[in-house]
């Protein structure tokens, strides 16, 4: 098998997305979910551009210091209700360091949407989206990432986080329901079938026109 170039395995999964039906009106909603510290935000990033810069709703702009979890009502009100109506979204992102929301963004209702962030593969979320990642990377190691870039100056957030976080997944995992699991690579990705290959609202098509079992 000739090896794939890391840029080549992001285009092909972008290739592959955009064949999947809409989820969420006219939209094909991703999901990217995966440990604090796991790489979301710099996959997401790469991934978008390969989908002629696909909009990325981060989920950091949703939550709150008041609310690091409790944010999906406003996610489906500012987001996925006008999405479902073909039309763009709304939301105030939130302002980590000075504790506030901000000025609305628009989110238009383009034909890809990335929404990367700890819980974007949530049960509340999983009926509006087309596919769901999960950046396979073991939950201590991603937290230990995480601090490291954070640095000392969020020390105190991330020891609430963590424990936040693993509750979460324990009431509410994501990683079961991925259809694909990406792995960061010394140079690049690689991505694989994941736990629910083959389900979700998009099984048919997911499992007829799926990616390879390695890319």
């Known amino acids: ?17 955009l064949r999947l039906p809409p989820s969420c009106g006219p939209v094909r ?12 935000s ?38 996925i ?5 073909g039309e763009s979204a709304r939301y105030a992102p939130y302002d980590w360091h000075a504790h506030r929301f901000g000025r609305p963004r628009t989110l238009p209702a383009a034909p ?17 989206l087309a596919c769901l990642l999960w950046m396979d990377m073991p939950p201590e190691e991603s937290w230990a990432r995480g601090r490291a870039r954070d640095g000392e100056e969020q020390r105190a957030f991330w020891d609430g986080w963590v424990p936040a976080e693993a509750r979460h997944f324990a009431e ?3 990683q079961p329901h991925a259809a694909l699991l990406v792995r960061q690579l010394e140079l690049g990705y690689e991505v694989l079938p994941g736990p629910a290959r083959g389900s979700g609202p998009h099984r048919d098509v997911t499992h007829r026109e799926g990616p390879p079992m390695m890319w």
């Open 112 to 128: 890809v949407v990335l929404v990367e962030g700890v819980g974007a593969g949530r049960r509340v979320l999983r009926p509006y």
């Open 1 to 17: 098998m000739t090896p794939r170039t890391p840029g080549s395995v992001i285009r092909h999964l972008a290739s592959w997305l």
């Open 29 to 40: 909603l991703i999901g990217v979910d995966g440990h604090a510290g796991s790489g979301k």
């Open 42 to 79: 710099t996959f997401a990033g790469r991934l978008a551009e390969a989908l002629d810069d696909a909009p990325v709703l981060h989920l950091d702009d949703i939550a709150s210091h008041d609310e690091l979890f409790s944010w999906t009502g406003r996610l489906l009100s500012q987001v």
């Open 172 to 174: 509410d995992p994501s």
């Open 81 to 85: 209700e006008p999405f479902g109506r």
